[in-house]
């Protein structure tokens, strides 16, 4: 048994991003008979000659009619050995916010190049987003390689393009695969091919078997309180406990702990987890804390260990992904949701935007829609924050619209 | 996390996030095994307290009696506060209409019900037990799934969710849909079920029933249709799905305990929501239902 792993899959717009899910799916068994059926008769009726496998993920009436992607899928993939849950984001330069939506989670990302066009500008924009997001595992995945004629060349060319493009971002190291595929053929997904003679490496569904799960190592314990359950005991007396997941660390009981917003201490009297005590829990458990002292604590507070590392600061510089139509400036507000923390805080600077193919930051006084870029927040209330680099959780934020309520952007802080 | 962990406790923080962030939250209760699921993990997520929001079920009228029986006694078993809204009020006062013919089936009348319930109870979100593995256009939808104040879905207006952040602020009468078990398959929620001795109606395991072959399914012989007799056959079938008794399909089945009902599943290789004869009427029928304001 091995851990649930997230992948996101990237690619430019007829790369066949949906073909090779489909291909993935049909080859492990884990398309339904009924699935099957009603794809293999849309083939027929759209005269295609072959089984169209990207039909299987392509869900939306509004993309079947258009034949493309416009939001992202969530696929299950189950083998013998794990469970592989894969977001299936759109490739077209406009869903960059696709994108980071549906890689924010991943461990892995599988990004797809056609082999006839090798490295594209999109491909570029799809690499700097998975270092931005600190995806450590990327799969190159060059497909269509039957229209090159299974080419070595070409294959050790596009390699040693994407190898030459750039150093990642954050200083978060990256596994990077190569394989070369033919998602419509089917060679090097499940099956070893004869056409790739020269290709020694592993088909990709054993790299995919063989991705790991990473966390960011944290000596701080933080819990962010979700909600304040009052269980009343058989003596009738009513207890506090603080509902919420672990952010990263571990808790046990006995524990000195501080609260934030206030900055009271106190220690860890009980802990539940899932409907039943427990001494010890760890990053990502969802569990109930009941303290020693009573202090004022409420949805949005943060429990932490204590001693800590954490700095609380009114003041934060991100990496902003903008994901509204109407453009983020200077004076903008906002509400800033921070683990379960929801604040208000409001645009003090717009450093630049980042060219997405340099890597340049470029001065700008406004960010569009599927832009990334680096900006300075003025908080009305202190939040306990780390760099993203160094805690996924601690330092990744959204921003939602003050007046419409959508979510507008997503942060990672520098 | 392994995948059974991995899932429970996504659920659970998905469930606290409700509680946490709406006023009236409801839990949208079929009586069906995802249902039960959903009340089981909100048992454990809000323990040792009282589950903080209602059950509300949407009765069709057309249900099958063992699942109103078993809905009543995890009422009693799971300390929960439940609401009921009929279909047939909404026929009586004129806002839904009765379908006829031979296909008829009440279940796109539950949105005018639920829409006109979530009004009533100034409800702001209601949890459901939808999957995205149950259907292509279910596997874009999110976790927190935004209604306007006419219930409707809108695939482009649906919120980006980054990391674990749901954002569930509202403008007054708008309303969201939860998902807690999204991520699940048919079979995690069996194989949960058995880990956890969940207790599940007695229609979900092999049984003698009266059924009728209609469109390659044997359908559930009640009293809402009138079969010629020489069409009733006595067949033991089990049913994969609760839905509305007038179109929900069952299948040959001899598997009578949950360990064969598993068993079953791993061989069986038509999916959960084939045995859905409202899905089949049209090549999207389930996303343009959900553009209306079905759950």
Same mark, same amino acid.
């Given at each position: 048994?091995?851990?649930?792993?997230?992948?996101?899959?990237?690619?430019?717009?007829?790369?066949?991003?949906?073909?090779?899910?489909?291909?993935?799916?049909?080859?492990?068994?884990?398309?339904?008979?009924?699935?099957?059926?009603?794809?293999?008769?849309?083939?027929?009726?759209?005269?295609?000659?072959?089984?169209?496998?990207?039909?299987?993920?392509?869900?939306?009436?509004?993309?079947?009619?258009?034949?493309?992607?416009?939001?992202?899928?969530?696929?299950?993939?189950?083998?013998?050995?794990?469970?592989?849950?894969?977001?299936?984001?759109?490739?077209?330069?406009?869903?960059?916010?696709?994108?980071?939506?549906?890689?924010?989670?991943?461990?892995?990302?599988?990004?797809?190049?056609?082999?006839?066009?090798?490295?594209?500008?999109?491909?570029?924009?799809?690499?700097?987003?998975?270092?931005?997001?600190?995806?450590?595992?990327?799969?190159?995945?060059?497909?269509? =390689?039957?229209?090159?004629?299974?080419?070595?060349?070409?294959?050790?060319?596009?390699?040693?393009?994407?190898?030459?493009?750039?150093?990642?971002?954050?200083?978060?190291?990256?596994?990077?695969?190569?394989?070369?595929?033919?998602?419509?053929?089917?060679?090097?997904?499940?099956?070893?091919?004869?056409?790739?003679?020269?290709?020694?490496?592993?088909?990709?569904?054993?790299?995919?078997?063989?991705?790991?799960?990473?966390?960011?190592?944290?000596?701080?314990?933080?819990?962010?309180?979700?909600?304040?359950?009052?269980?009343?005991?058989?003596?009738?007396?009513?207890?506090?406990?603080?509902?919420?997941?672990?952010?990263?660390?571990?808790?046990?009981?006995? =524990?000195?702990?501080?609260?934030?917003?206030?900055?009271?201490?106190?220690?860890?009297?009980?802990?539940?987890?899932?409907?039943?005590?427990?001494?010890?829990?760890?990053?990502?458990?969802?569990?109930?804390?009941?303290?020693?002292?009573?202090?004022?604590?409420?949805?949005?507070?943060?429990?932490?260990?204590?001693?800590?590392?954490?700095?609380?600061?009114?003041?934060?510089?991100?990496?902003?992904?903008? =994901?509204?139509?109407?453009?983020?400036?200077?004076?903008?507000?906002?509400?800033?949701?921070?683990?379960?923390?929801?604040?208000?805080?409001?645009?003090?600077?717009?450093?630049?935007?980042?060219?997405?193919?340099?890597?340049?930051?470029?001065?700008?006084?406004?960010?569009? =829609?599927?832009?990334?870029?680096?900006?300075?927040?003025?908080?009305?209330?202190?939040?306990?924050?780390?760099?993203?680099?160094?805690?996924?959780?601690?330092?990744?934020?959204?921003?939602?619209?003050?007046?419409?309520?959508?979510?507008?952007?997503?942060?990672?802080?520098? | 996390?392994?995948?059974?962990?991995?899932?429970?406790?996504?659920?659970?923080?998905?469930?606290?996030?409700?509680?946490?962030?709406?006023?009236?939250?409801?839990?949208?209760?079929?009586?069906?095994?995802?249902?039960?699921?959903?009340?089981?993990?909100?048992?454990?997520?809000?323990? *040792?307290?009282?589950?903080?929001? *209602?059950?509300?079920?949407?009765?069709?009228?057309?249900?099958?009696?063992?699942?109103?029986?078993?809905?009543?006694?995890?009422?009693?078993?799971?300390?929960?506060?439940?609401?009921?809204?009929?279909?047939?009020?909404?026929?009586?006062?004129?806002?839904?209409?009765?379908?006829?013919?031979?296909?008829?089936?009440?279940?796109?009348?539950?949105?005018?019900?639920?829409?006109?319930?979530?009004?009533?109870?100034?409800?702001?979100?209601?949890?459901?037990?939808?999957?995205?593995?149950?259907?292509?256009?279910?596997?874009?939808?999110?976790?927190?799934?935004?209604?306007?104040?006419?219930?409707?879905?809108?695939?482009?207006?649906?919120?980006?969710?980054?990391?674990?952040?749901?954002?569930?602020?509202?403008?007054?009468?708008?309303?969201?849909?939860?998902?807690?078990?999204?991520?699940?398959?048919?079979?995690?929620?069996?194989?949960?079920?058995?880990?956890?001795?969940?207790?599940? *109606?007695?229609?979900?395991?092999?049984?003698?029933?009266?059924?009728?072959?209609?469109?390659?399914?044997?359908?559930?012989?009640?009293?809402?249709?009138?079969?010629?007799?020489?069409?009733?056959?006595?067949?033991?079938?089990?049913?994969?799905?609760?839905?509305?008794?007038?179109?929900?399909?069952?299948?040959?089945?001899?598997?009578?305990?949950?360990?064969?009902?598993?068993?079953?599943?791993?061989?069986?290789?038509?999916?959960?929501?084939?045995?859905?004869?409202?899905?089949?009427?049209?090549?999207?029928?389930?996303?343009?239902?959900?553009?209306?304001?079905?759950?």
């Amino acid at each position: 048994m091995k851990d649930v792993i997230r992948i996101s899959t990237a690619g430019s717009v007829d790369d066949g991003k949906s073909t090779l899910i489909g291909r993935l799916l049909y080859e492990t068994k884990s398309l339904k008979a009924d699935q099957l059926q009603h794809i293999e008769e849309k083939s027929i009726l759209s005269n295609k000659g072959y089984i169209d496998f990207s039909l299987v993920t392509d869900g939306l009436l509004t993309e079947r009619r258009q034949g493309i992607t416009i939001d992202v899928s969530y696929i299950y993939l189950q083998t013998e050995f794990g469970r592989y849950i894969i977001a299936d984001s759109p490739g077209h330069v406009e869903y960059t916010r696709n994108m980071v939506t549906g890689s924010s989670t991943a461990d892995a990302a599988i990004i797809l190049l056609d082999a006839q066009k090798g490295v594209s500008e999109q491909t570029i924009r799809h690499i700097r987003i998975a270092s931005l997001l600190g995806i450590p595992q990327l799969v190159f995945a060059i497909n269509k =390689m039957d229209l090159i004629d299974y080419n070595q060349d070409e294959f050790d060319r596009i390699r040693k393009d994407i190898l030459d493009l750039h150093q990642p971002i954050n200083g978060i190291f990256q596994e990077r695969h190569f394989i070369p595929i033919s998602a419509l053929h089917g060679d090097n997904i499940v099956h070893e091919s004869t056409n790739f003679s020269w290709y020694e490496g592993r088909v990709l569904i054993d790299i995919i078997e063989d991705l790991k799960t990473f966390h960011s190592p944290s000596d701080d314990a933080v819990l962010n309180v979700q909600y304040v359950l009052r269980p009343k005991d058989e003596w009738g007396t009513v207890h506090r406990g603080y509902a919420g997941k672990i952010a990263c660390g571990r808790f046990t009981t006995g =524990m000195n702990v501080t609260v934030s917003p206030g900055g009271m201490h106190s220690s860890v009297k009980r802990i539940e987890h899932l409907g039943e005590p427990v001494e010890i829990v760890n990053t990502d458990e969802n569990v109930t804390l009941y303290l020693n002292d009573h202090i004022d604590i409420s949805r949005g507070s943060v429990i932490v260990s204590n001693p800590h590392s954490l700095i609380p600061t009114t003041r934060i510089n991100a990496t902003i992904c903008w =994901m509204e139509r109407a453009c983020l400036e200077i004076g903008g507000k906002f509400w800033i949701q921070h683990g379960v923390t929801r604040i208000l805080c409001i645009v003090s600077e717009v450093e630049g935007k980042m060219n997405l193919l340099t890597g340049e930051i470029q001065d700008v006084k406004r960010l569009e =829609m599927n832009d990334l870029g680096r900006v300075q927040f003025q908080l009305g209330q202190q939040l306990l924050v780390r760099p993203f680099a160094e805690n996924k959780s601690l330092g990744s934020f959204i921003l939602i619209n003050y007046l419409t309520n959508n979510t507008a952007g997503v942060g990672f802080v520098l | 996390m392994l995948t059974k962990k991995y899932l429970e406790e996504q659920a659970v923080y998905i469930l606290r996030e409700v509680a946490g962030q709406f006023q009236r939250p409801c839990l949208l209760f079929s009586g069906g095994k995802d249902s039960i699921v959903l009340l089981h993990l909100s048992k454990k997520a809000f323990w *040792p307290g009282k589950i903080p929001f *209602p059950l509300l079920h949407i009765d069709t009228g057309h249900n099958f009696p063992e699942t109103i029986i078993h809905r009543d006694y995890l009422v009693k078993k799971y300390d929960v506060d439940l609401e009921i809204a009929y279909v047939q009020d909404s026929i009586d006062r004129g806002t839904a209409i009765e379908e006829k013919g031979k296909d008829a089936s009440r279940n796109i009348l539950q949105t005018t019900t639920l829409l006109e319930t979530i009004e009533r109870l100034k409800i702001d979100a209601c949890v459901g037990g939808a999957r995205r593995d149950e259907e292509k256009s279910r596997a874009k939808e999110r976790v927190f799934s935004v209604r306007d104040i006419f219930g409707q879905w809108n695939e482009k207006l649906q919120r980006p969710e980054v990391f674990d952040f749901l954002n569930g602020l509202i403008r007054n009468k708008e309303n969201v849909r939860v998902f807690p078990i999204s991520n699940w398959t048919e079979l995690d929620v069996w194989e949960y079920i058995r880990d956890q001795h969940i207790e599940i *109606p007695s229609i979900y395991f092999a049984h003698k029933r009266k059924v009728y072959y209609k469109n390659g399914q044997w359908m559930p012989v009640s009293d809402l249709l009138h079969i010629s007799k020489n069409e009733i056959k006595t067949k033991q079938v089990r049913f994969r799905t609760v839905g509305d008794l007038s179109c929900t399909a069952a299948v040959l089945s001899e598997a009578n305990d949950i360990d064969s009902v598993i068993k079953e599943i791993k061989k069986s290789s038509f999916s959960e929501r084939g045995a859905r004869m409202d899905d089949k009427r049209s090549e999207g029928a389930l996303e343009e239902r959900k553009k209306v304001g079905y759950f």
